[in-house]
């Protein structure tokens, strides 16, 4: 080889050194992958490209399946309360049938009164309960206070009156009591 072409290899060796912005096992120095290696590596990004898309789509149908799931469950989410209130309807039905028919009044509010339990019984069993306010001393997290009264006979922030009963659901309140409270 003739020096000037000895220079100009070593002069490229160092440019291709300058420009390299590899770690220690530079490869940038070796000879170019062939192309069945260079095949092989593109058949396989697509593997795994297909694979990933396969991925996401059945994701995407997974959170759709749960969506609609969960939309039924909140649309039929009350059916089994429903159907029990429904025996009590027709349990009031036959109670008013049954007074018009005999025009006996005690009858009517004895099957009312039966109704009444029954619905008592459904909304227990559903987790549903009464707030006491009877004694009570009033707690702004249970009872909405519509009234105010000074009263000899009860202590300051006591529940004079109950208005409307209110419920808790399995501990969380549903429906404050409204009641008179006593201020000094």
């Not at 000879?31 to 490209?49: F, G, H, Q, R, S």
């Not at 559903?126 to 004694?135: K, R």
């Not at 309140?173 to 201020?183: G, L």
């Amino acid at each position: 080889m003739a020096e000037k072409e000895i220079h100009e290899e070593i002069l490229n060796e160092e440019e291709t050194k300058e420009t390299c912005h590899c770690e220690d096992n530079c490869k940038c120095q070796e000879a170019p992958a062939n192309d069945e290696e260079i095949a092989k590596l593109k058949a396989e990004v697509e593997d795994w490209k297909n694979s990933y898309l396969r991925k996401q789509a059945e994701f995407q149908n997974f959170t759709k399946r749960k969506e609609k799931e969960f939309q039924e469950l909140k649309a039929f989410a009350s059916e089994k309360v429903v159907t029990k209130l429904l025996d009590i309807i027709d349990n009031l039905e036959r109670a008013i049938a049954a007074a018009e028919a005999t025009k006996d009044f005690d009858s009517l509010v004895k099957g009312v009164e039966l109704t009444l339990s029954q619905m008592k019984s459904t909304i227990t069993s559903e987790g549903v309960e009464p707030i006491e306010t009877n004694g009570e001393k009033f707690d702004p997290h249970h009872h909405m206070a519509v009234a105010v009264e000074d009263s000899a006979d009860h202590e300051n922030e006591e529940i004079i009156a109950e208005f409307q009963k209110g419920y808790k659901m399995k501990g969380k309140v549903i429906r404050p009591s409204m009641v008179k409270v006593c201020k000094k």
